[in-house]
């Protein structure tokens, strides 16, 4: 009985997908599944290459809960992403997140394959980004052998995350401890992140860290980040700094105007972005969006900069 339930839940998700989230609930078990799914034409900031349709998000998750009484529960997740695929850069789907924990009030501990605490960090707006969107995205922000411990409170949120050296296995892929935390002044949010971050038992670490604020006017939503990194194999510091304002034109629809700024040692490597984006939601069905952005970057290296060109895309997108 509890298979053909289930069976006409996954049906009516197929028919409905916009409304559906639980797709099973009984006797303290649930089943839910969300969807992103975002798809594109666009014509890169590139100058060799031609304009194409992307697949930026094709996403599922699936998550278990059991409720375990006494407001502890057990959970699971597996994150599925297939935009490799419609690339036909792999066969089949990519496995980008896949961990289970326990959930005591409000504190979660979880392990396995998922992001970092330090990927919470940054107000970038940008759809596409040619420049990373802070030094922790540019350093490392998610492993396959992670612990990760999140504690929601009214006005913080602190997440600890560590990734296990796990050397001589297959998921080896760096050491890095992060920290997180962020929280809401009034109209004001702050927050800031700290990762120190090992390549391999015989490299050095890189230290990150980095300061954010977003401020709601009303009219606007004005935001700042500066993320700064240390290597100590190179002996050389990188800093991006963000800025980005977004307005609320009309009910359904959004624009957001934004810069980035990268800082090297390295002097080859500096560069600056702009972008303008706008984003129209359908009244009726809020989960459904059509977006459009134009974007530029500059690099002070003449040669690289020679290669790049105005990055223009359109898309929709949407989610369940």
Do not use: C
Request: proline share 1%; charged share 25%.
């Amino acid at each position: 009985m509890k298979k053909l339930i289930l069976a006409s839940a996954i049906a009516a998700l197929a028919a409905n997908s916009a409304t559906a989230a639980t797709i099973y609930e009984d006797k303290g078990l649930t089943f839910k599944m969300k969807g992103d799914w975002q798809v594109q034409l666009r014509d890169d900031y590139k100058k060799a290459n031609s304009a194409d349709v992307e697949f930026d998000d094709l996403e599922i998750k699936n998550t278990v809960i059991y409720d375990l009484g006494n407001d502890l529960k057990a959970f699971g997740q597996l994150d599925f992403g297939f935009k490799d695929a419609a690339e036909d850069k792999q066969s089949g789907s990519d496995l980008e997140e896949a961990y289970i924990g326990l959930q005591m009030h409000n504190v979660k501990v979880k392990v396995g394959k998922m992001d970092l605490a330090s990927d919470e960090f940054g107000v970038e707006g940008a759809y596409e980004t040619t420049l990373e969107e802070d030094q922790f995205d540019a350093i490392s922000t998610s492993g396959d052998d992670v612990i990760r411990v999140e504690a929601d409170f009214d006005m913080a949120n602190i997440v600890f995350s560590h990734e296990i050296e796990s050397d001589g296995n297959d998921s080896a892929n760096g050491e890095a401890t992060d920290f997180y935390v962020g929280g809401d002044l009034g109209p004001v949010a702050v927050a800031a992140a700290y990762q120190t971050y090992q390549a391999t038992t015989a490299s050095k670490d890189i230290d990150t860290w980095g300061l954010s604020a977003e401020f709601d006017a009303g009219i606007a939503t004005i935001g700042a980040d500066y993320s700064v990194s240390d290597d100590s194999n190179t002996n050389q510091d990188t800093a991006v700094a963000n800025l980005v304002a977004t307005f609320k034109a009309t009910d359904t629809t959004k624009v957001a105007l934004g810069y980035v700024n990268l800082d090297s040692d390295d002097n080859t490597k500096d560069a600056d972005t702009w972008y303008a984006n706008v984003s129209y939601k359908f009244p009726s069905q809020k989960n459904v969006k059509l977006f459009a952005e134009v974007s530029s970057t500059n690099y002070d290296n003449a040669a690289t900069d020679a290669t790049v060109e105005t990055d223009v895309l359109a898309g929709m997108q949407i989610k369940f």
